[in-house]
């Protein structure tokens, strides 16, 4: 089984004290991840360590804002994979230590340094940011409701020769996330980019609620 999840973004979220994760973020995690730096993240379940399901093999972070990631499940956990098509409501969130956050000295809510450690498929009730989906793929059929993941233009040829995903399918899932993108913007939701100096980050909340 494999699994495909929109997990992130450049737009302010919905949680206690909404924040903006900046494309600059972004771009720099993925960056240390492809440099082997940053680990790749794995696949928990609501942020639980003890429900590991699987684990990424790539991320990536597309011009129009989004933050994806591909991967596996384990083995032995196939039937948490098929669950999860079952399920209507499934939005994603993402684990950040504390200590790996750095913030925007003029905006403490704007997050100019991150890093991602797991991935966790999650009620969409429980998600603070609402614009991110999670598909699970078997033989390359597409199922669960949400179809939505964006995928960058530097991660396409990765992504057709070896997960088998179409070119067209591709341009199906870019479609959809330029139009979540530009309904986001009509919305007026804020994802300001800040360039301010940063200072490290002093952790008062968990990163992952």
Request: proline share 6%.
């Amino acid at each position: 089984y494999k699994w495909l999840a929109r997990y992130s973004n450049n737009i302010r979220d919905d949680d206690g004290v909404p924040e903006i994760i900046s494309s600059k973020s972004h771009q720099r995690y993925v960056e240390l991840v492809d440099k082997g730096i940053y680990p790749l993240p794995e696949l928990w379940i609501w942020h639980r360590p003890e429900w590991k399901i699987g684990y990424a093999t790539e991320v990536a972070y597309d011009d129009v804002g989004f933050a994806i990631a591909t991967g596996y499940f384990d083995k032995g956990k196939e039937e948490y994979a098929e669950w999860l098509t079952k399920q209507e409501d499934v939005a994603v969130s993402h684990g950040m230590p504390p200590l790996s956050i750095r913030r925007s000295q003029e905006d403490p809510t704007v997050i100019l340094e991150h890093q991602t450690v797991e991935i966790s498929p999650l009620p969409e009730f429980a998600a603070a940011n609402k614009l991110t989906g999670f598909m699970v793929m078997t033989d390359m059929t597409n199922q669960g409701k949400d179809d939505t993941m964006p995928i960058p233009e530097e991660k396409r040829k990765s992504l057709i020769e070896h997960w088998g995903i179409s070119p067209d399918a591709l341009a199906k899932l870019e479609a959809t996330n330029l139009a979540d993108r530009e309904h986001a913007d009509t919305e007026g939701r804020d994802s300001k980019e800040k360039t301010e100096t940063t200072t490290e980050a002093t952790a008062t909340t968990e990163a992952a609620t």
